[in-house]
């Protein structure tokens, strides 16, 4: 049997984790920890002196050491220099053969924050996203009946009128069917395979160029070290044309397409060594603040002629691999950005 270290194990974690003794001295501070305050593990080792970034976490870890339980300090405020990083630290007493120590856990608040409103969000996005595909089930069935009497009724009329008006009605069931089946089509992702970031996004690129010409004017700032990636590509291409054109629905004039890696990022609850960033940025309306908490989940539009689903089948491709979108408000207009977790090797 192999048996680690628990500093090798302390290391390893995700979590920002910092070890104190009895004593007020620094035994331990894994990377995650010395990332956070930006400054190098050896500088927080040792005693903790009143100038060090640690100093905050003295009283906490006694408070656990003394009484011998779980402490929590829901808003606690580390400085190094001019950085100043809020967390959450939970402190915890763990006997050992040398003496009791007290093993404090580091959660940046601002983090913490985001995670419980996306994981919220995607809690009430399921949810809606699955009471949507039972009413789309069940409409689908309604409009195969209402067709299948409309044509029926096509062939004992002759009035001009009444066949105009069952033209009416065949052509928007089948409008609503091709919405149904959008509903119902997010539930079964198919296989990714790799492909080639930038030209999934030229693809799109070239429908909006396509279909608006010289109205809008289309950026490309595309990162070329980014190697191809297990992606579902047509889904991920319909994700992308729908940001770009709810884009150019809010009036934009430019759009910009941007690709970048980024490194040591949170998605949801997981932390990944790299991902790779998409913006959809715009100079648009942006969307209205009234939305801005609603406009992920289905059926929710700011137009009168919308459908409600871009975005939530944009987010549902995000989410069937293992990504999100998120929004931010621009002046003027939006930046939406797709997040996906990326292993290079």
Known sequence: MIELDNSILIDAMQTAVVV???????LRVNTAAADLLGVSRQRLLGMVHEGSPLHPLVELADRALNAHQTIIERELTLQSGPRRTTVIATANRVDTASGPVALVELTPLDWY?????????????????ELARGLAHEVR???????????????????????????VVQRETSRLGTLVDRVVASATPTPTREVELSRLLEEAREVVVAQFGEK??????YDPSIPPIALDGDRFKEAVLNLMLNSVQAGAGTVTLRTRIEHG??????????VIRIDVRDDGCGVDPSLRELMFYPL??????????????AQSVATEHGGLIVYDALDPGSCFTFYLPFDPT
């Open 20 to 26: 104190l003794s009895a004593e007020r001295s620094v």
């Open 113 to 129: 924050i985001e995670h419980e409103s996306i994981k919220g969000q995607r809690r009430r996005q399921s949810a809606t996203r």
């Open 141 to 167: 069935n309604a409009l195969g009946g209402i067709n299948g009497a409309s044509q029926l009724l096509r062939r004992q009329v002759a009035n001009e009128e009444a066949t105009r008006c069952l033209d």
């Open 216 to 221: 809008v004017r289309i950026d490309r700032d």
């Open 265 to 274: 990022r949170r998605l949801a609850s997981t932390r990944h060594d790299t």
């Open 300 to 313: 929710v539009t700011g137009r009168a002629d919308g459908t409600g689903l871009g975005l939530s089948l």
